[in-house]
């Protein structure tokens, strides 16, 4: 039975109201010093063919030989993405001919993956939703070589460093129903295997790459037909491709055209999908057993020893963040989204005020990183510094506005926040004397807005303002507010 659809999620056809199916296929490079059967090393930008065995160039009477490395990272992989890990599984032959594919076929898992059914529950910040993306199955194969078409204008070459690295096949249920959740989804997923350590997620590198099947329907019929947009590096171009094959397929149809199953390539150039070839079935590609592999066989006892040094993942440090801290729900989850933002949190809350601590990182410091176009693990401001900024907001040595001008300085020019209060003469005022002289001469010179802010308390705001201009922005705020009000005679 279907469930109901979420009107925002439709698009507007011509002829009235469509929604969108996506399916996922996710090539995750396996974080591994060597390739899946051969012991050639997986180093990203080596010379072209430097990083080649003989099993890897498929020379004569080679044997593939499985990386245990490789194995643990999948089982790792699916305990994380919480599936069911096959203590039996088989490799087969996929049998296409592409000349980066040396051997004639690629070493893949058909019908006897290494892992099953699991699921990944999603946050998407465009909507506002939770929704729970279903697993079908990860599989673990060889990946292709790379043919390079733009070296020379009558030649192809070919680079077969890429040839034999191990990727995880992850494959989710049509679940998704938009872009934004389709993006929400990879970058979930990207997260837990950073976490994992099992895949750097790097698609500048291609060492993430995502197959996206998209097909569409009237809300609540059947599923429609499907085309694959193949080999998407990044998260951005997977949410445009949605969309254009998406309005490709509404105006074929709408137009009294059928959608042939097909896979395409997305150009984000020019904004649109174009075919590649026919989608081939299962039977096209004469799937068989490899002869030269005996089933991958382990026991249980190691999948829990794998799951028992599995590092915590976002969804079990969200919940301790919330718990522990007292973090919202959205805090939490921008903290979490990659481990580095994760650890540097816990170290800046370590004894000391948690949502004070979320509210530096989030606002303060990743709007400053932003800007320079740093990530947290390049950070001018350590954990320690920015700790030591929010101690003295906390023992009213400093006021709020002078915390930003501090963490300006210690953001470009570094130092100890506390020396640099103590050199610089930037404690706040905490004499009630020197606020009172100052707090008199404004309401001394200002009789009008006195009388008018005895009529409205909410001018109060503006000798605030006013004094903590006279005193450079180092009188205690909480004092100013008080003596105003005790001057000016304010509830």
């Known amino acids: 039975m279907n469930a109901p659809v979420n009107p925002k999620k439709l698009i507007k056809g011509a002829t009235g109201d469509w929604e969108i199916v996506i399916g996922m296929e996710i090539h995750a490079q396996v974080t591994s010093q060597a390739k899946l059967f051969s012991g050639a090393s997986t180093a990203f ?73 699991g699921e990944v529950i999603v946050d998407v910040p465009e909507t506002g939703e939770t929704i729970t993306v279903r697993i079908e199955r990860l599989h673990l194969e060889q990946d292709a070589g790379k043919s390079i078409h733009d070296l020379h204008p009558t030649m192809s070459f070919v680079d077969l460093n890429r040839s034999g690295v191990a990727l995880m096949e992850i494959v989710s249920k049509p679940d998704l129903r938009s872009a934004d959740e389709a993006r929400a989804y990879v970058t979930k997923l990207r997260t837990i295997l950073r976490y994992l350590g099992t895949c750097d997620g790097d698609m500048d590198k291609g060492n993430l790459r995502a197959d996206v099947n998209v097909s569409v329907r009237r809300p609540g019929e059947e599923l429609g037909t499907r085309c694959e947009i193949k080999n998407v590096n990044s998260i951005r171009f997977i949410g445009q491709a949605i969309e254009v094959e998406a309005r490709r397929q509404i105006a074929i149809i709408e137009d009294g055209g059928t959608i042939d199953q097909e896979t395409r390539l997305y150009d984000p150039g020019k904004g649109e999908t174009r075919s590649m070839r026919s989608k081939e079935e299962a039977h096209d590609y004469r799937y068989f057993p490899d002869p030269d592999l005996l089933p991958l066989e382990f026991d249980q006892a190691y999948v829990d020893d794998l799951a028992q040094h599995l590092p915590e993942l976002p969804d079990e440090k969200k919940a301790r963040f919330m718990a522990d801290y007292g973090l919202s729900p959205y805090d939490a989850s921008v903290l979490v989204a990659e481990r580095s933002s994760a650890d540097f949190f816990e170290e800046v809350a370590k004894g000391r005020d948690g949502k004070a601590a979320a509210n530096w990182i989030i606002n303060e410091l990743f709007g400053r990183l932003n800007k320079e176009g740093k990530d947290i693990t390049e950070s001018p401001v350590s954990a320690s510094q920015l700790g030591g900024i929010i101690e003295l907001i906390g023992e009213n040595v400093i006021s709020g506005k002078i915390a930003k001008d501090l963490f300006e300085i210690v953001f470009t020019e570094g130092g100890d926040p506390r020396d640099i209060v103590e050199k610089r003469g930037m404690k706040q005022v905490t004499d009630t004397g020197a606020i009172e002289k100052a707090v008199d001469e404004i309401i001394a010179a200002n009789p009008d807005k006195v009388e008018q802010a005895k009529a409205k308390p909410t001018l109060l705001g503006w000798f605030v303002g006013q004094v903590m201009k006279q005193t450079g922005g180092k009188a205690n705020p909480q004092a100013v507010n008080e003596i105003l009000k005790a001057k000016l005679g304010i509830e």
């Open 45 to 117: 930008g080596n010379d072209p063919n430097s990083n080649v065995s003989l099993v890897d160039a498929a020379m004569p009477g080679m044997l593939p030989v499985i990386n245990e490395e490789c194995v643990r990272q999948a089982i790792r992989t699916g305990l994380g993405l919480k599936a069911e890990i096959n203590l039996k599984s088989t490799f087969d032959r996929k049998n296409y001919f592409y000349p980066d594919l040396p051997q004639g076929y690629q070493i893949s898992q058909y019908k006897s993956p290494i892992v099953g059914e």
